[in-house]
């Protein structure tokens, strides 16, 4: 395993490559306020993050990633356009992972804040990460949210059960069991079905929620059950969409055979996206499509998704980066920008190099 300084000298390297692409680096505090970010990053990210209390400053978080700073560093009032690249400390727990990981390593990143053609600046993203790390025989794959979020958008079944599938997207198990029950091909639990049937319980209340946001909940609930179940046509296309994995370049094709009208506009820019990565000589048979790449990943991402990896299931992407227009909204106070961007891991990077 890399040491220390290696990985920082790698990571140095990779600093001065993006920074020659017009970069300008940026550097947030390794201590940051918790209260807003936690929620930002996702169940994943906010189960792994240090957390502590400042008596001054109130809950705090050792920096899990650098792309939430960065994000408000620039809403904040940045210039624009903008890009900027970083390297320094990540802090995340791996208990599911043993002691095989660390839980401090680095990341050197680049970031690109642009009113302009968004497919345009995927792929300039994508084509400068492909160029420092095409020597080392990695899969490429990408994905696209904004794909899979359309279909979801596109079902004929109530809003609440689309903004909750919605929100789900990133929970493959949870999506996939919120969209049995809405097609009606798994039963209701006898406890809810008892509930929504009209018995109450004579307990008082608990929890945080009031009587009234809990009878809210429940009467939503009950309206869900009484619509018209999914169709099981819809259901079989959703299914096929999140598994299709194929080349990028069939892509288009592959995503039209399904027959989802929704999803039309964002084949369009799909094409818009691999016509640009074509023109910076990225091979689009070598590149792969996965429909649900990254739903693993922190929740912020909204659009395209990338990553490079090895063969080996037990390492880290050595790279990854997406698209996340949405968190600038959300960070942005009225304020909004296409963003996308990407980090390298320096430590996975200098052991690859030096064959270990």
């Keep these: 395993m890399a040491t220390k300084t290696e990985a920082r000298a790698t990571g140095q390297r990779i600093l001065q490559s993006f920074l020659s692409a017009g970069a300008q680096e940026i550097q947030p505090d390794i201590l940051q306020p918790a209260e807003v970010l936690l929620d930002l990053y996702g169940e994943d990210i906010r189960a792994r993050a240090y957390v502590t209390h400042d008596p001054g400053q109130g809950e705090m978080m050792l920096r899990p990633d650098f792309t939430v700073p960065v ?26 992972l043993g002691s095989a990981r660390a839980v401090e390593y680095q990341q050197v990143g680049y970031e690109v804040f642009d009113r302009e053609d968004p497919e345009t600046a995927d792929a300039e993203v994508f ?12 899969t490429a794959t ?43 091909l798994v039963p209701v639990p006898e406890t809810r079905r008892e509930t929504l049937g009209g018995m ?58 399904l027959d989802i009208p929704a999803i039309a506009p964002a084949i369009e820019r799909l094409e818009n996206r691999l016509a640009a990565l074509k023109a910076r000589r990225i091979d689009l048979g070598a590149l792969r499509f996965d429909a649900s790449h990254g739903r693993s990943t922190m929740e912020y991402y909204d659009g395209f998704v990338f990553s490079f990896a090895t063969e080996n299931p037990d390492m880290p992407p050595v790279a990854t980066g997406g698209r996340y227009d949405a968190l600038t909204r959300i960070l942005g106070q009225g304020a909004e920008i296409p963003a996308v961007g990407g980090v390298i891991r320096p430590g996975v990077l200098a052991d690859l190099e030096a064959g270990r």
């Design 142 to 184: 990408i994905g696209d949210f904004g794909i899979l979020r359309a279909a979801v958008d596109g079902l004929d079944t109530m809003p609440a059960r689309k903004a909750a599938l919605s929100r789900h997207i990133w929970r493959p198990a949870r999506f996939q069991k919120l969209l049995q029950r809405y097609a009606g």
């Design 200 to 257: 109450r319980s004579e307990a008082p209340w608990i929890g945080l929620r009031s009587s009234g946001e809990m009878e809210l909940r429940i009467s939503v609930l009950k309206e869900e059950a009484e619509a018209a179940p999914i169709s099981r046509s819809d259901v079989e296309k959703l299914d096929a969409l999140f598994a299709l994995n194929c080349a990028a370049a069939d892509a288009p094709a592959a995503l039209r055979a």
């Design 71 to 96: 994000v408000q560093a620039h809403m904040a009032g940045g210039a624009e356009p903008a890009r900027y690249c970083y390297l320094g400390e990540v802090f995340r727990r791996q208990d599911h």
């Design 127 to 138: 084509a400068l990460f492909n160029g420092l790390l095409s020597r080392l025989g990695l």
